[in-house]
């Protein structure tokens, strides 16, 4: 069964710091991979998709990058906000079908 | 990108009680889900809302207990059946359109006592 691992589960970080969250896939078979952020209350927004032929997507102070042959992907957040405290969800697709498994999620705090 | 909206934004339901959430979606699309989220876990597929044939359940979901419509190519409707307090969950509808990117829904908050 495929299990997704997200480290670390929690973050606390002042203003201004360079992030780097992980995704861990237990089946390192990928199509597509996904993150999200997750407010609280409210659903989910999508941040960066990296498809199947793709290896790295950027969007703005976000990187996300996808090693299929370890199953690992990482978020970078560069010069974090307090507007980037939430909870970040990483989902992949593991059989072509547009089913995404999702992480357990990190939640990160960003003090001002 | 894709508009989804989702009534009812929350309810509280006795057990025993049934419940459907409805999902409208501002353009066609062909791929639609339906996820539930406990609390303080993560994302679960529930099943993918198939327009004009049954829905398709994943493992531990079943038809009796979370039947799904999916009467047209903008709609569908989830309902969850004979309630217990371990259905408290956030319910998520979503879509994939556009170059595979996934939309998701506001989310159905549920809390059944």
């Known amino acids: 069964k495929q299990e997704v691992t997200q480290i670390p589960a929690a973050l606390s970080v002042p203003e201004g710091e360079n992030l780097v969250l992980n995704c861990s896939f237990t089946?390192?078979?990928?199509?597509?991979l996904q993150w999200f952020r997750q407010d609280p209350g409210k659903g989910l927004t999508s941040l960066l998709l990296?498809?199947?032929?793709?290896r790295e997507q950027t969007s703005g102070r976000l990187n996300a990058s996808l090693d299929k042959s370890s199953g690992r992907s990482t978020l970078y957040i560069a010069a974090s906000q307090p507007g980037d405290s939430a909870t970040y969800l990483c989902?992949?697709?593991?059989?072509?079908?547009?089913?995404?498994?999702f992480g357990t999620g990190t939640r990160l705090k960003v003090l001002a | 990108s894709a508009v989804i909206s989702q009534k009812p934004s929350r309810d509280i339901c006795q057990r025993g009680t049934s419940l459907t959430i409805q999902c409208q979606v501002d353009?066609?699309?062909?791929?639609m889900f339906w996820y539930r989220q406990q609390p303080g876990q993560s994302l679960t597929l529930i099943a993918t809302?198939?327009?004009?044939?049954?829905?398709?359940?994943e493992s531990g979901f079943v038809i009796d207990k979370f039947p799904i419509s999916r009467p047209n190519l903008t709609f569908s409707t989830l309902t969850v059946s004979n309630m217990s307090p371990e259905d408290s969950s956030i319910y998520l509808c979503?879509?994939?359109?556009?170059?595979?990117?996934?939309?998701f829904g506001p989310g159905t908050r549920l809390l059944v006592l």
């Open positions: 089946d390192s078979a990928i199509y597509n």
């Open positions: 990296i498809q199947s032929s793709q």
């Open positions: 979503s879509v994939v359109i556009l170059r595979e990117t996934q939309y």
């Open positions: 809302a198939n327009q004009g044939s049954e829905a398709t359940y």
């Open positions: 989902a992949g697709d593991t059989s072509g079908t547009y089913k995404y498994i």
């Open positions: 353009s066609q699309v062909t791929m």
